[in-house]
T-cell receptor, first 110, second 113 residues
Framework: GQNIDQPTEMTATEGAIVQINCTYQTSGFNGLFWYQQHAGEAPTFLSYNVLDGLEEKGRFSSFLSRSKGYSYLLLKELQMKDSASYLCAVTEGSAGKSTFGDGTTLTVKP | DVKVTQSSRYLVKRTGEKVFLECVQDMDHENMFWYRQDPGLGLRLIYFSYDVKMKEKGDIPEGYSVSREKKERFSLILESASTNQTSMYLC????????????FGPGTRLLVL
């Protein structure tokens, strides 16, 4: 099985940078996903890491260290619309079964 | 665009009723998943399927069953609904491949009275 930990809540200011950490303990590992979920909506894909290092996509970047069981999501130039829950998920097995962390609720303040 | 649809956005049922939640995806994905999401407990996997007629238990399968008779459709069944099954139910699908992004349906908010 998998155990995934991420902070419950974070607050940041519009225009700032925020880093959301995720640590995991795994019996299997295909890759690590980050999803964004706005209140009352379904999660949507943000990023995917399978190899160590940084993946950059616009204002969002995600980092993975497999040896440390650690990932982070970096959000730059924060906007009010970035207020959401951010879910870390680790996939394993041939069916891509995912185990999700409980999510980090990010509040962006003016 | 991948589209995952769920039969209902909101559902109210009584204790003991049999409940069917339907999920359909239009991208020919092999893998399909059912989760429930509760405050403070995150997304928990109930069942998943990697092919037609194949199913695997997730982390919390008790009280649920599933059916996958066609590739595009994955049904979640509550044989006898109970109040502790009040939750948001999310269906997802993914393709078999290097990047197994899951695409989620809009969710069904189920209230069991």
């Amino acid at each position: 099985g998998q155990n995934i930990d991420q902070p419950t809540e974070m607050t940041a200011t519009e225009g700032a940078i925020v880093q959301i950490n995720c640590t995991y303990q795994t019996s299997g590992f295909n890759g690590l996903f980050w999803y964004q979920q706005h209140a009352g909506e379904a999660p949507t894909f943000l990023s995917y890491n399978v190899l160590d290092g940084l993946e950059e996509k616009g204002r969002f970047s995600s980092f993975l260290s497999r040896s440390k069981g650690y990932s982070y999501l970096l959000l730059k130039e924060l906007q009010m619309k970035d207020s959401a829950s951010y879910l870390c998920a680790v996939t394993e097995g041939s069916a891509g079964k995912s185990t999700f962390g409980d999510g980090t609720t990010l509040t962006v303040k003016p | 665009d991948v589209k995952v649809t769920q039969s209902s956005r909101y559902l109210v049922k009584r204790t003991g009723e049999k409940v069917f939640l339907e999920c359909v995806q239009d991208m020919d994905h092999e893998n399909m998943f059912w989760y429930r999401q509760d405050p403070g407990l995150g997304l928990r996997l109930i069942y998943f399927s990697y092919d037609v007629k194949m199913k695997e238990k997730g982390d919390i399968p008790e009280g649920y069953s599933v059916s996958r008779e066609k590739k595009e459709r994955f049904s979640l069944i509550l044989e006898s609904a109970s109040t502790n099954q009040t939750s948001m139910y999310l269906c997802a699908s993914s393709s078999r491949g290097r990047v197994e992004t899951q695409y989620f349906g809009p969710g069904t908010r189920l209230l069991v009275l």
